[in-house]
């Protein structure tokens, strides 16, 4: 595959020279050409024909997103990457609607420009693999993550107890306001006394539930469980 051909828009001298530097850094890229004006940019658009366009916002003739619109009008074949200290929230929603491949706030290290490049030409070369996308090509390309969910494991539980009993207890105890006896218990779920005050006594051990002991004016004191 040929070198990716950038074209920097940068008013700014220093800055231009800066960001030539960071792409002569970076393998699969040259640079085809510079300019400190929006009108400078078309013309040289039209005379070297890059692939890659690095914008400023800010430039003397006109600002960075009229000259995006006027790439995307005239059909230049080229993506562009945005570098600027512009961070008008308006202004970065309109750009990526015109179309950009990235957004990069100065000032910036050479970290983000690189990752911002190599991620571009990693798109450029599927793209030129010529063959139908898979979703987790267009996945990469996007930054999206294809969403997994948890393998599902039971609760390893002692001998007699079941899990859909388990839960049973635990989403009846979720509504209560107050703590309740395992009678109670037993009486909402429809579940015998016993083995409601087993499942009871193994949420408290596993720290699920919490034990309340309450003393009434006569007979022993009773338990009462909460979530």
Known sequence: ????RVVIVEDDPM???INAEFVSKLSGF???GKASTGNEALELLEEVHPELVLL?????DMNGL???RKI????????VILLTANRDPEHIQTIFRSGVSDYIVKPFRFERFQSALEK???????FKDHRPFEQADLDAMT???????EPFTEELLPKGLNDRTLKQILQFLKGQASPLSSEEVAAGTGLSRVTVRRYLEYLEKKGDIKMEIQYGSVGRPMNKYRL
């Open 1 to 4: 595959m040929q070198p990716i």
């Open 15 to 17: 800055v231009m020279e």
């Open 30 to 32: 040259e640079l085809a």
């Open 56 to 60: 400023d916002y800010f430039l003397p």
């Open 66 to 68: 009229s000259l995006l």
């Open 72 to 79: 995307r009008e005239q059909n230049f074949p080229v993506d």
């Open 120 to 126: 571009y030409l990693q798109t450029a070369r599927k």
């Open 143 to 149: 930054g999206i993550r294809p969403y997994q969910a």
